[in-house]
């Protein structure tokens, strides 16, 4: 070999070596401004005058029985063989134009998959949790994979007025879709201490308003309320509850949506129902329960129950069917709250993914389109009596599919 050729060799992998380096930092680094940005300065004074706030960090009324090693160790045994789907999920791709035409009745709602969602009401366009990643992680390579491609794509949205957080864990707080909102002119209004994140991730300090619990923020003919919740955040082992979190009660002139965010069971549904019910629609979160964390997840039965204690009309079930987080199969907390519903008499109605509903077009009875497969419930792990019997009652869709 040639001083020449090994002098060529060597610059190449010296040019390797650096592009290698230059790769991991980047990924590196982007996993790190994953991670979030604390609050500090006036944002955090405000933080800690916060009734929520006590020792450092935020906490709920009730506190929470949960994270139980042992149960969530046995359940990872028996988690479910569905709880991924197998077939591909039938998905309803919205297009732009979809949107051009304002709801006939003043409000539409449009399921993205997992808590994303669209709502436009009061003559705005609202859009809860977004989530346009791959991956609900800090890391585009590892961490839990959506099943699906986004249903619309982000600059198929129609102009957004305002984008609603509830906390800040990966599933309802992406950074990359974030960051592709830097342009945009949309408010964001999220719980007290998640504007950090947003801050540091380049969303001027004008476009972001946090609420406490019970504090309201307005858009011409609109209202948004932030709800207590009963939950937990935190993107990495340090920095749990040291952001709040919420459910968003959106009240225009005619109508009005409540969304749970992600919650366990609690009395404060009442006063919420007390306070600013009823509701027109709900979205009441099913998914990603399990009894090793009771408190984190209302179970699709708890669901019904909170429905009825908001004074929901309607009921659209969110926080499932996009990501595999928990051990039941995807499709147990539809089937589930189905079956809830019909027992209680609650009105409610499953969407596809991408599919748009006008509540004041939905049926009176509780109804699906049954578009998800029959899958066999887990006969086999702790705390799935529910499961079975709410199998067992199970619950022939009352809808025919719709279209
Ligand atoms: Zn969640």
Do not use: C
Request: charged share 20%; glycine share 8%.
């Amino acid at each position: 070999m040639t001083a020449r050729k090994r002098f060529g060799i060597g610059k190449m992998l010296a040019a390797l070596f650096v592009l290698l380096f230059a790769g991991v930092s980047v990924a590196l680094a982007q996993a790190w401004d994953a991670l979030g940005h604390s609050a500090e300065g006036a944002r955090l004074v405000r933080m800690q005058a916060s009734p929520q706030w006590h020792d450092g960090r935020f906490h709920n009324p009730q506190p929470l029985a949960n994270d139980d090693l042992w149960k969530i160790l046995v359940g990872a045994f028996h988690k479910s063989d569905d709880a991924t789907p197998k077939q591909p999920v039938p998905v309803v791709l919205d297009k732009r134009s979809d949107f051009a035409v304002p709801p006939a009745s003043g409000l539409r709602v449009t399921w993205l998959g997992h808590a994303t969602t669209l709502v436009e009401i009061g003559g705005h366009a609202l859009l809860i949790d977004p989530i346009w990643s791959d991956r609900a992680s800090p890391v585009t390579w590892a961490g839990p994979k959506r099943w699906y491609a986004p249903p619309l794509a982000l600059a198929d949205l129609p102009p957004i007025d305002a984008v609603l957080i509830s906390h800040d864990h990966y599933d309802h707080l992406d950074r990359a879709t974030i960051v592709a909102m830097k342009g945009w002119t949309n408010k964001f209004i999220v719980p007290l201490g998640v504007g950090a994140h947003l801050a540091g991730w380049g969303i001027p300090e004008e476009r972001i308003i946090e609420l406490d619990w019970w504090e309201s923020s307005k858009l011409p003919g609109l209202e948004i309320v932030a709800v207590p919740a009963r939950h937990t955040s935190g993107r990495y082992l340090f920095d749990r509850d040291k952001t709040l979190w919420a459910g968003f009660a959106m009240i225009a002139a005619n109508q009005r949506v409540y969304y749970s965010g992600d919650t366990g069971m609690t009395p404060q549904f009442a006063d919420i129902g007390n306070r600013l019910g009823p509701f027109d629609l709900s979205l009441m979160q099913i998914g990603e329960y399990d009894e090793a964390w009771p408190d984190w997840h209302l179970n699709p039965e708890q669901a019904i129950q909170a429905q009825q204690m908001v004074k929901g009309k309607l009921m659209l079930p969110v926080h499932h069917g996009l990501l595999d987080l928990a051990y039941h199969s995807w499709t147990e907390p539809m089937d589930r709250a189905l079956a809830a519903a019909e027992k209680a008499g609650v009105r409610m109605v499953i969407p596809r993914p991408g599919e748009s509903i006008e509540p004041a077009n939905a049926p009176d009875a509780a109804i699906a389109a049954h578009w998800w497969p029959s899958l066999p419930a887990r006969a086999s792990a702790s705390g799935d009596k529910m499961a079975a019997q709410a199998m067992d009652e199970s619950v022939k869709p009352s809808a025919k599919e719709t279209q």
